[in-house]
């Protein structure tokens, strides 16, 4: 499968954006779909995780109570909605496939990547 994120840009503190994972192929539903995201200088982290059914997320505590991730499977597409956004969360923000669906929280668990998206958000 071939995943493509999109949606990322510069916003200011507080404001949101929506970021999306569009997938090829016809098994997109059977996949757990992650987001992490990389800093500059800072490896790779966790950011959040829905399972195959779309009945079950995982979110990094940093970023709990502000993001949603969510899946729309009829579209091959997963969703990242970043609301109050902070200067800490300009990152380069990837998505990812898990083959075994659950949506895990670790990065060698996933299958599949996307080229990723850059957000930066300005103080």
């Known amino acids: 499968v071939q995943l493509q994120a999109f949606g990322g840009g510069l916003v200011q503190a507080g404001g949101s954006l929506r970021l999306s994972c569009a997938a090829s192929?016809?098994?997109?539903?059977?996949?757990?779909m992650g987001w992490f995201r990389q800093a500059p200088g800072k490896e790779r982290e966790f950011v959040a995780a829905v399972n195959r059914n779309g009945d079950s997320t995982h979110y990094a505590d940093s970023v709990k109570g502000r993001f949603t991730i969510s899946r729309e499977d009829a579209k091959n597409t997963a969703y990242l909605q970043m609301n109050s956004l902070k200067p800490d969360d300009t990152a380069v923000y990837y998505c990812?496939?898990?083959?075994?669906?659950?949506?895990?929280?670790?990065?060698?668990?996933?299958?599949?990547w996307g080229q990723g998206t850059l957000v930066t958000v300005s103080s």
């Open positions: 990812a496939a898990d083959r075994g669906g659950w949506g895990p929280r670790t990065s060698y668990e996933y299958d599949y």
């Open positions: 192929g016809r098994t997109f539903r059977t996949y757990g």
